[in-house]
């Protein structure tokens, strides 16, 4: 259902949501970089969990145990330690009360602010972490990373879309993902170069992470802040030029103003505080779709994927620099199919991609259950042939490139462009924080289920994948090509959210 489907009587009627100009795709590609430091993040802690002389230097009781374990042992369980993913999972709960945080001061210093401080953050950390002497240095610039990834993963999405011409918001704001998996892929990349450097190549590792956080603070500053904040700070001048800046010198921009104004006017009503009034039933779809799709996105396992990749390729019987490679690969085949998402989320739509995705995620998370199973046992005292080795490698990037297709640039989307401007900051900051605790849950615990659950892990993800997909195609509607400004309409005219929407444009079913 996109906009050829939805013809709005009292909404916006000139389509200036279709100009595409070097303006605003430099904009939206300097925004969109702030993915870089959360993916590379998410590639580099497990390539560096899985060094030898890192784990040796932090986590040596961990090291004593992968050294001594005998033929008996479990290899699903040679990795469980809790302070070896408390390196990982520490970066997430700070991130979480971030994202809070940026909720509230992006409404009073913009979504450009929050984006600047966010890289800032991330630089910070990437340094503590560089010159890392002991555990405590190390969790401490890991919680200054998360305050950046918690920044940034709030603002950019929303920025991304308050700024995008809507026939193109899917395009420009899978943007953040594509950055996101070029971050991670560039992470895996460093990780096998650094790995040959025995003694110190996990500095080499943390500290490039400065790198990505430098790019969004400078692309920060030269770029203009959304026409909607600027609206909400009472700053129309800037607003219009912003405005203006984006669209082209000759677009006239007036009706897209209007509207924005409009918008803002309209939640000036609200005194009762975003974060109280999102929970109104009026609002109720949009929370409910926010919440279900970060906490989905988590569901789909890919999370721990990426993180721990390098470490499953160990376990399924790969050597340190090969298991480093296949990372490398799943890397490549993510950012692949992210590019394809890109090309295609606002010519099929939302809804198509999510299905698509879903299938294919089932299938391989099966696959893997199945071999690991069938060639390391419950015990985990079987060793896996090469052959079978390398299917689980091609199972686990056909899952990467199904979620790179779907649930990776629909996660940062969706929120986005859901809400209305009153509720919007608070709405993607509940998401993130959704999104970063699940994070927080999954890397803490994940090779704890591994050796717990075994190859029953993959099952168990595939069993939320197909929970979720039918969620989506029953309660999800398509937003594709709809102005912000007239998404009302969309919940409105859905079989069941519509008992929850109140909104005052016409919807013509004459096309549906």
């Known amino acids: 259902m996109g906009m050829e489907g939805i013809h709005l009587t009292n909404g916006p009627t000139t389509d200036y949501g279709g100009s595409l100009t070097f303006s605003v795709i430099l904009t939206c590609i300097m925004a969109a970089s702030g993915g870089l430091i959360f993916g590379y993040d998410i590639g580099i802690s497990g390539g560096v969990s899985s060094m030898l002389s890192f784990i040796e230097k932090f986590f040596p009781s961990a090291l004593r145990k992968m050294i001594m374990h005998g033929p008996q042992t479990s290899v699903y369980c040679l990795y469980d330690s809790q302070s070896l993913t408390a390196f990982t999972s520490s970066l997430y709960i700070a991130g979480l009360f971030a994202s809070l945080v940026a909720s509230k001061l992006s409404k009073k210093i913009g979504r450009k602010a929050i984006m600047l401080l966010g890289g800032m953050f991330f630089f910070i950390g990437a340094v503590l972490n560089a010159a890392a002497v002991n555990l405590a240095m190390l969790i401490i610039g890991r919680m200054f990373m998360g305050f950046g990834v918690g920044f940034t993963n709030q603002s950019t999405p929303v920025y991304l879309a308050e700024v995008s011409p809507a026939r193109w918001r899917g395009t420009f704001s899978s943007g953040f993902q594509f950055f996101l998996s070029l971050g991670n892929?560039?992470?895996?990349?460093?990780?096998?170069?650094?790995?040959?450097?025995?003694?110190?190549?996990?500095?080499?590792?943390?500290?490039?992470?400065?790198?990505?956080?430098?790019?969004?603070?400078?692309?920060?500053?030269?770029?203009?802040?959304?026409?909607?904040?600027?609206?909400?700070?009472?700053?129309?001048?800037?607003?219009?030029?912003?405005?203006?800046?984006?669209?082209?010198?000759?677009?006239?921009?007036?009706?897209?103003?209007?509207?924005?104004?409009?918008?803002?006017?309209?939640?000036?009503?609200?005194?009762?505080?975003?974060?109280?009034?999102?929970?109104?039933?009026?609002?109720?779809?949009?929370?409910?779709?926010?919440?279900?799709?970060?906490?989905?996105?988590?569901?789909t396992g890919v999370i721990v994927l990426a993180f721990f990749a390098p470490i499953l390729f160990r376990t399924v019987g790969f050597g340190s620099n090969a298991a480093l490679i296949g990372a490398v690969i799943l890397g490549s085949v993510n950012l692949l199919a992210t590019s394809c998402s890109t090309v295609m989320l606002d010519r099929l739509g939302r809804r198509p991609l999510f299905m698509i995705g879903g299938v294919v995620m089932v299938i391989c998370q099966v696959g893997i259950a199945w071999i690991m199973g069938a060639q390391l046992g419950s015990s985990g005292a079987k060793q896996m042939s090469h052959s079978y080795s390398v299917a689980v490698v091609v199972l686990v990037c056909g899952h990467a490139a199904g979620f790179g297709l779907s649930w990776g640039p629909l996660n940062w989307l969706i929120p986005s462009e859901i809400f209305p401007v009153e509720i919007r900051s608070a709405g993607n900051g509940i998401s993130a924080a959704v999104g970063l605790f699940c994070t927080f849950i999954q890397t803490q615990f994940f090779l704890s289920m591994l050796c717990k659950f075994k190859y029953g892990i993959f099952a168990y993800y595939a069993g939320w994948i197909v929970v979720m997909t039918l969620f989506i195609a029953f309660f999800m509607p398509e937003t594709k090509g709809v102005p912000l400004e007239s998404m009302n309409a969309v919940w409105a005219r859905h079989w069941y959210w519509k008992r929850f929407v109140k909104c005052e444009e016409k919807v013509d079913d004459e096309a549906t």
């Open 185 to 299: 892929l560039i992470a895996n990349v460093v990780n096998f170069e650094a790995n040959h450097i025995k003694k110190w190549g996990w500095r080499l590792s943390l500290g490039l992470a400065a790198a990505p956080s430098l790019l969004i603070v400078f692309g920060s500053i030269f770029i203009t802040d959304t026409p909607s904040s600027l609206v909400l700070r009472g700053k129309l001048d800037a607003a219009k030029s912003a405005l203006q800046h984006v669209r082209g010198p000759d677009a006239d921009t007036d009706s897209e103003l209007k509207d924005v104004i409009k918008s803002v006017e309209e939640s000036k009503h609200n005194e009762a505080g975003a974060f109280r009034r999102i929970f109104m039933r009026e609002y109720r779809p949009h929370l409910v779709m926010a919440v279900a799709v970060a906490l989905f996105f988590q569901l």
